[in-house]
């Protein structure tokens, strides 16, 4: 009896790639467990726990940067070919999502815009080291119904701070994400609304609290006068 490996095999045989820099290997594993748990699954079970493990290894010396910087690469280029052939949205709101001012850290921002572009959503993704006046700018010029906010680097938390406070001082829903709100100090001068758990679980909040679905299409008037069809004798 065939029996698909649970998600977090895949972690195991991905790190595998990556101490060998076989950085087509890692892709080609994605797809797989894309393939059998689907893409939600593949990346809070899969990318999101090998980011961690590469980056708790890199932290302690056992890997160097080198690996972390390839697995970031492959994951990117997975994400980006994945939502290259997404169709065009079809729910009604669009989500901003940034990173904080001086931050680098985008791959968890662009696997959002993949969950959310996969539900329909219509997404733009400023990415990396946003300033808060472009922020603002972009805001102002999209109107979005929401926006998410990401940082992962303690030391310059401050300032996604900022970026957060500025959206919400202009009105809008904002949400913030990431290592650098873990801290109390940061959440207790923080207006917005963390985003702790998977990225499913914002993706498909997102999609259901801030945009529309497209509206039903119009019941066929054939249908309505149909005739009952009668058992013949
Ligand atoms: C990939 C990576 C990089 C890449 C980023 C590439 C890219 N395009 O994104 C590069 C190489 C650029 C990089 C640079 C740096 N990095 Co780095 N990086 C990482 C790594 C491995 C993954 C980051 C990530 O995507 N995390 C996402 C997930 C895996 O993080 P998580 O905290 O578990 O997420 C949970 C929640 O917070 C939530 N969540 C997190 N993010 C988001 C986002 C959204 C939208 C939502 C809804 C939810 C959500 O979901 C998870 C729960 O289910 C982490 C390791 C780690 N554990 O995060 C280090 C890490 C964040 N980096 C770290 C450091 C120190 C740096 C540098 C300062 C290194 C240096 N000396 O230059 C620079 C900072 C550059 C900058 N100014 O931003 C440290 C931060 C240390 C700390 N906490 O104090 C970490 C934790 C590594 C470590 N163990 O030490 N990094």
Redesign the pocket.
Do not use: K, N
């Given at each position: 009896m065939h029996v698909d490996p649970a998600p977090a095999t895949y972690v195991g045989t991905i790190l595998t790639a990556v101490r060998a820099f076989n950085q087509s290997r890692v892709g080609a594993v994605l797809d797989d467990a894309d393939g059998v748990h689907g893409v939600d699954a593949t990346i809070?079970e899969v990318?999101?726990?090998s980011?961690?493990v590469?980056?708790?290894f890199?932290?302690?010396g056992t890997i160097d940067?080198a690996h972390?910087?390839m697995?970031?690469t492959a994951?990117?280029r997975w994400v980006a070919a994945k939502s290259a052939v997404l169709p065009g949205p079809s729910r009604k709101g669009t989500i901003l999502?940034a990173?904080?001012p001086?931050?680098?850290?985008?791959?968890?921002?662009?696997?959002?815009d993949l969950l959310l572009g996969s539900r329909g959503v219509e997404v733009c993704n400023l990415g990396?080291?946003t300033p808060v006046a472009s922020l603002l700018l972009a805001a102002r010029s999209i109107n979005p119904t929401a926006v998410?906010l990401?940082?992962?680097?303690?030391?310059?938390a401050s300032q996604a701070v900022r970026s957060v406070k500025a959206v919400a001082e202009a009105g809008l829903p904002v949400?913030f994400?990431?290592?650098?709100?873990?801290s109390q100090f940061f959440r207790q001068n923080t207006p917005g609304v963390p985003?702790?758990?998977?990225?499913t679980?914002?993706?498909q909040m997102l999609a259901t609290r801030h945009t529309t679905p497209p509206p039903e299409p119009v019941s066929q008037p054939r249908d309505r006068f149909r005739q009952p069809v009668v058992a013949s004798a």
């Open positions: 809070d990318i999101f726990p980011l961690r590469v980056g708790t890199w932290s302690s940067v972390e910087h697995l970031s994951v990117a999502l990173a904080g001086q931050d680098m850290h985008t791959l968890a921002l662009d696997c959002l990396a080291q998410v990401s940082s992962h680097t303690p030391t310059v949400y994400a990431g290592s650098s709100f873990a985003l702790d758990g998977t990225l679980e914002a993706a």
